[in-house]
C-alpha cells in the first residue's frame, strides 16, 4: 500500500477517533451554552500549545511570530490563544489541587499509623488540636501543608466521606473523595479523565521501541441488558473496584520511599463504567442500504 495513501487513511481514522470522542460531551455543551466559536478558540488553544512544546523540544525559539508563522494564525490571535490558555490552565491548576489535597487527607486517614489503627481503619478525630489528642486540624496540616482545614471538612462531608457524630468527633466514612453536586471540580475531572485515557492511547501509538506498553483494557457485554442487570453491574463495580482502588492506593503508599524519585513522572490508574455508544440511527439505516 501506498505510504501517502496509508497516512491519509490513519489521519482520516483519528479524526473520526476524536470526532467520536467528544460526541458524548454535546449534551454538557448545549446545556452550558458552549458554542461553535468556542470549540473554534479551544481547539487553535490546543494546536498552539502543542507546536509551542514541538519547538521547545527541538530547541528553537517560541516566541510570538514564530508560533504565528508555524501555525498559521496572525499574531494578535496568537497573543490572544496564549493568555487564555494561560487562564485556562491556571483555573485546571485550581481545581486539581482541591481535589488532589483532599484525597491525599483521605489516604493519610487511613494508611498513617497517626490517624488510624494497624488494620488500616481511620481513629475518629476531633476537629481542634487537643492535648494528647489527635485532630482534623492536625491530619490535614501533616496531609496537604496549607490547605483550610475548614474548607476540607465542608467538602469531604458534602461528599459523604465524612460524618460529625453528636459528641463532636469526625468519622471518615470513605476513603475515595468524589466532589458532590455539579460544581466547578466535577467538571473539571472531565478533562482530567478523558485527558489521560488519550495521553495512554497516544503514548502507546507513539513509543518507541525501549518504551513499556500502557495497560489499557476494556470489558463490554456482548449483549443488550435490562435497567435491572445496569444497576446490578454498577453495584457489582462499586463494590469490587472501589476495593481494587483501595488495595492499589495502599500498595503505593506502602512503597512510597522504594518508588518516589524527585526525577520521575506521576503515575495513575482510572476505572469507571460506561454505556456502549452507537451510531445514530440514520447513520446505521444509512450504512445498511448501502450494503
Known amino acids: 500500500m501506498d505510504q501517502a495513501f496509508q497516512h491519509s487513511e490513519q489521519r482520516a481514522a483519528l479524526v473520526d477517533a476524536v470526532e467520536a470522542s467528544l460526541r458524548p460531551l454535546m449534551p454538557l455543551f448545549l446545556n452550558y451554552g458552549v458554542t461553535h466559536h468556542d470549540l473554534t478558540e479551544m481547539l487553535a488553544r490546543v494546536f498552539v500549545t502543542a507546536i509551542e512544546e514541538q519547538l ?28 487564555d490558555r494561560d487562564a485556562a490552565a491556571a483555573r485546571r491548576a485550581l481545581a486539581t489541587q482541591n ?9 493519610r486517614w487511613h494508611d498513617d499509623p497517626h490517624y488510624s489503627t494497624p488494620y488500616g481503619v481511620p481513629l475518629d478525630l476531633e476537629f481542634a488540636p487537643a492535648e494528647g489528642r489527635r485532630s482534623f486540624v492536625d491530619l490535614v496540616g501533616a496531609a496537604y501543608p496549607g490547605y483550610d482545614a475548614d474548607a476540607a471538612l465542608d467538602q469531604l462531608i ?47 501509538l ?86
Open 206 to 291: 507513539l513509543r518507541r521501541d525501549d518504551e513499556s506498553t500502557y495497560f489499557e483494557r476494556q470489558v463490554e457485554t456482548d449483549y443488550p441488558v435490562a435497567e435491572v442487570a445496569h444497576r446490578a453491574i454498577q453495584t457489582y463495580m462499586d463494590t469490587e473496584g472501589q476495593a481494587f482502588l483501595a488495595s492499589l492506593d495502599q500498595w503505593l503508599s506502602a512503597r512510597h520511599d522504594q518508588f518516589a524519585s524527585p526525577a520521575g513522572r506521576k503515575f495513575g490508574v482510572s476505572m469507571f463504567v460506561y454505556d456502549v455508544a452507537e451510531e445514530p440511527s440514520e447513520t446505521a439505516s444509512r450504512i445498511a442500504s448501502a450494503g
Open 99 to 107: 481535589t488532589s489535597a483532599l484525597a491525599l487527607v483521605l489516604a
Open 158 to 204: 458534602a461528599a459523604g466521606c465524612v460524618e460529625v457524630h453528636e459528641q463532636g468527633f469526625l468519622r471518615c466514612t470513605d476513603r475515595v473523595y468524589m466532589p458532590s453536586g455539579i460544581d466547578k471540580a466535577r467538571i473539571a475531572r472531565i478533562g482530567e479523565c478523558v485527558g489521560a485515557l488519550a495521553s495512554t492511547f497516544t503514548h502507546n
Open 56 to 83: 521547545k523540544k527541538e530547541g528553537r525559539p517560541t516566541t510570538v511570530a514564530r508560533l504565528a508563522l508555524s501555525t498559521g494564525i496572525n499574531r494578535s490571535r496568537v497573543e490572544k490563544i496564549i493568555a
